[in-house]
Nanobody
Framework: QVQLVESGGGLVQAGGSLRLSCAAS????????MGWYHQAPGKQRELVAT???????SYADSVKGRFTISRDNAKNTVYLQMNSLKPEDTAVYYC???????????????WGQGTQVTVSS
């Protein structure tokens, strides 16, 4: 089993910054895409940003220019630098990864437990 553990959430004022980290551990052969999603109360989980193993990134329109996703392949870790935070960014942020545990196994999606980000106005 592969575990994803997020850290770095918290309470910040509007306009502030936070950096989230997510480390994958366990039996890992390859991690293709890693990403961040968020889920606000009463809403569906939404994609925030993704990054491939080659460093190709994509972002939700709502965070473009404010958030930056990056990863350290050697550490199986993905980061989300969040700047110019807004109250509407308040949500639980989840990390996910498309993981392959061995060369002969299929890929599957692993999820972290989530970390709360609260932006006060």
């Amino acid at each position: 089993q592969v575990q994803l553990v997020e850290s770095g959430g918290g309470l910040v004022q509007a306009g502030g910054s936070l950096r989230l980290s997510c480390a994958a551990s366990g039996r890992i052969f390859n991690i293709n895409v890693m990403g961040w999603y968020h889920q606000a109360p009463g809403k569906q989980r939404e994609l925030v940003a993704t990054i491939t193993s080659g460093g190709v990134t994509s972002y939700a329109d709502s965070v473009k220019g404010r958030f930056t996703i990056s990863r350290d392949n050697a550490k199986n870790t993905v980061y989300l630098q969040m700047n110019s935070l807004k109250p509407e960014d308040t949500a639980v942020y989840y990390c996910n990864a498309l993981v392959q545990r061995s060369w002969f196994e299929s890929q599957y999606t692993a999820w972290g437990q989530g970390t709360q980000v609260t932006v006060s106005s």
